[in-house]
């Protein structure tokens, strides 16, 4: 069964930094593209990026390029989002998920961005 | 940056009705994917390829369009259909979804 758990969210204060992980099992990890999304309060979704099977490149929206890092350790299975500077606007559910057809979603992570 | 626009914002539809949910695109895509949330769960995803349906979703669902014109039908509602659905172009980057269609139950 394929299973993707995300961890690390919480409260952070605006400016600050903090790295969201995603393992992955189920599947072989380093055959798949894998990406971030996030969902607002509001329920808008947002593509953030992704990343090669082999972690050698990196897509990433235009306007989250700056600050957003996505990595990866295969060895591990595991996903990673850096995010740097937030700001109040980056409070979101934030997901991982297998590109390719976006089939399958972890349950989420929730960070807030507030002083 | 490619836009998707889905209508309408929020339906009620009664057991039985036919919905069709649309979804289009500022620019011409592919294919189409669409999503179904419900509550606080993660996304699932329901159609690919258009009208392709994804593994264990029931046939009462279904996905065609082409360029910029998309739909999603439900030829027969069901309770446990009430959701948001998202459609989601993978195209070109940045990948996109469109704003999410709320269906409830009549």
């Known amino acids: 069964e394929v299973q993707l758990v995300e961890s690390g969210g919480g409260l952070v204060q605006p400016g600050a930094s903090l790295k969201l992980s995603c393992v992955a099992s189920g599947f072989t990890f380093s055959d798949y593209w894998m990406s971030w999304v996030r969902q607002t309060p509001g329920k808008t979704m947002e593509w953030i990026g992704d990343i090669k099977y082999d972690g050698s490149y990196t897509n990433y929206a235009p306007s989250l390029k700056n600050r957003f890092t996505i990595s990866r350790d295969n060895a591990k299975s595991t996903l990673y989002l850096q995010m740097s500077n937030v700001r109040s606007e980056d409070t979101a559910t934030y997901y991982c998920t297998r590109v390719a057809l976006f089939d399958y979603w972890g349950q989420g992570v929730m960070v807030t961005v507030s002083s | 940056e490619i836009v998707l626009t889905q209508s309408p914002t929020t339906m009620a539809a009664s057991p039985g009705e036919k919905v069709t949910l649309t979804c289009l695109a500022s620019s011409s895509v592919n294919y189409m994917y669409w999503y179904q949330q419900k509550s606080s769960a993660s996304p699932k995803l329901l159609i690919y390829?258009?009208?392709i349906l994804a593994s264990g979703v029931p046939d009462r669902f279904s996905g065609s369009g082409s360029g910029t014109s998309y739909s999603l039908t439900i030829s027969s509602m069901e309770a446990e259909d009430a959701a948001i659905y998202y459609c989601?172009?993978?195209?070109?980057?940045?990948?996109?979804f469109g704003a999410g269609t709320k269906l409830e139950l009549k």
């Open positions: 390829y258009t009208s």
């Open positions: 989601l172009q993978l195209t070109s980057t940045p990948y996109t």
